[in-house]
């Protein structure tokens, strides 16, 4: 054994999760106090235990409520997991910790309430890895959501292996992992049975006949296929199943966690040559451009494509659809003129342009994520909390590779999929449906654009007065559709899976991974509470049982069913609701602001303006970067 030991965990408390200036003592067999220490604001403790002390070392005291054996574990990792304490039980008593230390009381264990517009105290940092709960605090964990005649957990009531504690370690150099943010509260309870069919063909999140409401005042729909692009600029599980109980622990994400474009770029123009140019002459003669491809008329407006029209990209899922594939084009295009504005300096060129090339793009990039797309996105009282008083549930360690929330990546992120039209119009020539389950023409990826089919952003973003005038006019642009819980008949008849509907999927792998129902997580964010009835879902889940018998198990709804409904009740559909921004607005501002590299993080006051020669100023939007890399073609 080393000379010492570093006793570490985290202490929470449902349903408001981590909790601070707990005292937790280590005490010998006389109940003496060996060492001790308080809670920090995440929640989490970390106490010296010298080696002469470590024989007479018996267990750790939480507050004067929760005691834990700790022999064991100075012979291992030195990982005491998480400690939960049961909810509305106080901890430290009269603010009196054992020995005599001083503790502070958390009175009734509730944290402050954040409906007021004050912001509730940080909280839902992720455990550094190792053991996850003792069986004491498993045990703690489990009574209070009910117990069955055996003393086992109720079915679905407690996390599986793995989703009380948040993984944190990348688990590739480069990579990171997912993990859970509310890690100490229970899996919702939803049968597989009933989620199949609340999101079945035809079922009660099947838009059908519906009419969509006006919506002049929405965001125009190119940024749906934004969003889809900034998903796959972060996230890749290839692991994950619908058909088993998923751990977060286990699930490698294939992307780098940090904006930065690995998409687009792969791991750089040495290790990833054939995302690059070679020098052939013509437009395509700079090794440290990306690679493009020309269409039908000659102009580079596709993505570059081996003989079996594969495209050549960082990641192939860019490629699903057209509109995305041509955002990527777009994304390639404005780097390649980056390349050629900064070499026609004469001030840089080759290695040192690429460089410089790729870090302006990535900030632009991640400009328009904060200043654009989080505006339109969430509201906006919860995006300046975020940005001005920071986060407080995604606050992973310092030194270590960001994990991506399942809340996130499983429910909160999946708005797009309500956001969804039927059919689309490209240019001033061209419209086709998106999906079609019953055959015909469709905006299908994996296969050359042509001509006809190349994208006019003026279609998809206000674009008028910027510059980068295309043909449609301002009331020719498209708007996305109002986020609830209504989805487009296609994406309920996607061929080749199943379940066939993406409604269902999508509820099946929230239950899979673990995830808390929507209304525990508002509980435990301290935001208001919508109720099953609030939200409509009372009426959905009527539907369903009186049509096929089918028991939901609680009134509680899956956290990404009620993302979408608190969306349409609170803010018409327009944005995300308070659950549904928090959860966003801190994942992707974290994972900028967790980047080294990021403008936020390198230079904070950074702004496209400072940007020379590029016609952009501090009002760049994601429409006016996309038009001037496919003015590339």
């Known amino acids: 054994m080393s000379n010492e030991t570093q006793l570490t965990g985290r202490v929470v408390q449902p349903p408001t999760g981590p909790v601070a200036d707990v005292p ?9 106090t060996v060492t001790r220490t308080e809670t920090g604001a995440d929640g989490r403790f970390s106490l010296t235990v010298t080696a002469d002390a470590t024989d007479v070392v018996e267990r750790l005291v939480v507050g004067d409520a929760v005691e834990e054996p700790v022999r064991e574990t100075l012979d291992g990792d030195g990982e005491v997991g998480t400690v939960v304490i049961p909810p509305g039980q106080t901890v430290g008593g009269d603010g009196a910790a054992p020995d005599g230390g001083e503790g502070p009381s958390l009175g009734t264990g509730e944290g402050p309430s954040a409906g007021d517009g004050e912001t509730t105290p940080d909280s839902g940092a992720p455990s550094t890895g190792g053991g996850g709960p003792s069986e004491g605090a498993m045990r703690m ?36 992992r997912f993990g859970q943010l509310f890690d100490f509260l229970p899996a919702a309870s939803h049968e597989p049975a009933f989620l199949e069919l609340l999101g079945a063909a035809g079922g009660p999140m099947d838009i059908g006949d519906d009419e969509r409401p006006e919506r002049a005042d929405y965001p125009p729909a190119g940024y749906v296929f934004y969003g889809q692009f900034v998903d796959h600029d972060i996230t890749l599980d290839t692991t994950s199943s619908l058909d088993r109980q998923v751990d977060p622990a286990a699930l490698r994400n294939f992307r780098t966690p940090g904006l930065d474009l690995d998409n687009v770029y792969g ?14 002459g013509g437009a395509q003669d700079n090794p440290y451009k990306l690679l493009l491809r020309e269409n039908d008329a000659g102009e580079l407006a596709d993505l570059a494509r081996n003989s079996q029209n594969t495209a050549l990209i960082g990641d192939p899922r860019n490629d699903e659809n057209q509109l995305v594939s041509q955002l990527h084009c777009a994304m390639v295009g404005a780097h390649n003129r980056i390349i050629e504005r900064l070499e026609a300096t004469g ?70 999929h309500s956001r969804i039209e039927e059919r689309y ?33 003026s279609y998809f ?24 819980t209504k989805l487009p008949e296609s994406l309920h008849r996607l061929p080749f899976t199943e379940p066939s509907s993406l409604a269902a999927r999508n509820l099946l792998r929230g239950r899979r991974l673990g995830l808390p129902s929507g209304q525990a997580v508002a509980r435990a964010m301290g935001v208001e509470v919508f109720t099953a009835d609030d939200l409509g879902y009372d009426d959905d889940v009527e539907a369903v049982r009186r049509e096929h018998g089918v028991e939901p198990g609680d009134e509680e709804t899956p956290l990404w069913y009620y993302v979408l409904a608190e969306a349409a009740v609170d803010n ?50 994601v429409g006016e970067l996309l038009a001037f890399g496919a003015a590339n073609h």
């Open 24 to 32: 937790v003592v280590v005490v010998d067999g006389d109940g003496d």
């Open 141 to 176: 964990m489990m009574e209070p959501y009910g117990d069955d005649a055996t003393g086992l957990p109720e079915h679905g009531s407690v996390s599986q292996r793995g989703m009380t504690e948040t993984p944190t370690r990348p688990a590739a150099s480069g990579h990171g």
């Open 267 to 280: 791991a750089g123009h040495e290790a990833d040559r054939y995302l690059y140019a070679r020098r052939v």
């Open 347 to 416: 001030e840089t060129e080759g290695e040192a342009a690429f460089e410089e090339a790729q870090q302006l793009l990535r900030w632009h990039h991640q400009y328009l994520v904060v200043n654009d797309f989080l505006p339109r996105v969430c509201e906006e009282r919860v995006l300046a909390d975020v940005l001005e008083n920071g986060r407080q549930f995604y606050t992973p360690p310092a030194g270590e590779t960001p994990f991506i929330p399942v809340e996130f990546a499983g429910a909160a992120y999946r708005y797009g």
């Open 425 to 457: 119009r490209l240019n001033d020539s061209f419209a086709a449906d998106l999906f079609q389950a019953n055959g015909g023409d469709t905006l299908r990826g994996f296969r050359p654009v042509s001509s006809e089919r190349t994208v006019d952003w």
């Open 461 to 484: 973003f206000d674009l008028t007065d910027t510059g980068f005038d295309g043909a449609a006019s301002e009331a020719d642009v498209q708007r996305v559709a109002p986020i609830d």
């Open 572 to 621: 018409g559909g327009a944005r995300l609701g308070p659950v549904g921004s928090r959860l966003v607005a801190e994942t992707l501002v974290g994972l900028i602001d967790e980047s080294r590299a990021s403008y936020r993080t390198v230079q904070p006051n950074w702004t496209p303006e400072f940007v020379e020669p590029l016609p952009f100023d501090e009002e760049l939007t």
